[in-house]
């Protein structure tokens, strides 16, 4: 289980526009805390923003 994965709430974004659910900015709330989301109509992106939190450090093996 992840505690907020941003390509499937931008995936939930465009088919909640397609199925006419929701409009094109919306706010969606997951465990890792609140995203926001705008599906821009002039270039198709999908925006997010949100809080970014180190999870895990590691070092690598030389």
């Known amino acids: 289980e ?3 994965c941003g390509t499937g709430a931008s995936a939930v ?6 199925a006419d659910r929701t409009s094109r900015q919306l706010k969606s709330h997951l465990l890792g805390g609140d995203l926001d989301l705008y599906w821009n ?15 895990y450090r ?5």
């Open 2 to 4: 992840t505690w907020a």
């Open 41 to 55: 109509e002039d270039d198709n992106h999908v925006y997010m923003t949100g809080p970014a939190t180190e999870v």
């Open 13 to 18: 974004c465009v088919a909640g526009v397609l």
């Open 58 to 62: 590691g070092d690598w093996p030389d």
